[in-house]
């Protein structure tokens, strides 16, 4: 599994990407407004993104029409190499999908719910798709059972070009650690999510312990 940031603040995705772990980014229209981002700042922001990340950065369109999304595509794909545009999946965007598709440029196909929005965006050439898990637990769903079912769908088909699962919503480490098992390529997490995938409190208490003996043996 590679892991991915979800966010779009810059301190985290340095600090994250200083840790070696860091394989992408997911942005959304949510998290650069949380960053109190301006709309004539975004694509500097994003291009500010994929200078620091080796690796897929999402930038999502907002246009609601096929032209609109891959005219916004088109602008984003061109920031920088290692951008991905992210499209919602709904009529629109499907066609959208399979037009950047057709121009070589890879698409993150988000707000994945059913099998069938999973099916359809591999087949309409998504690069990647995005199961949502936390937003199902929000609505007392299973987000995992339906991860589950999105992951053995897709695995049934060869889609003509590659297709790698983003396991994204996630909420906590057990979101990421169910999500491995089940095979999702990727797990896009909130920056304090990635702090707690790196530690265990045995982990801590071993680490004390073995510094604690090590200051007997300097002192022997
Ligand atoms: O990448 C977008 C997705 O991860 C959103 O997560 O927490 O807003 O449901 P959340």
Redesign the pocket.
Known sequence: MKFFL?TANIAQIEEAASWGVLAGV?T?P??YAREGGKLADFHAHIQRICAIVDGPVSAETVGLTRDEIVREGVELAALAPNVVVKVPVMVEGLAATRALFEKGIDVNM?LCFTVPQALMSARAGARYV?P?I??FDDISEDGLEHLGNMIIALNNYDFGHPVEVIA????HNQHVVAASLMGADIA?V?FNVLEKLVTHPLTDRGLESFLADWEKVKNS
Not at 168 to 171: D, G, H, L, Q
């Open positions: 979800d997911t959304n949510t998290l988000t995005s949502f936390g937003r994204a919503s996630i909420r896009t909130p």
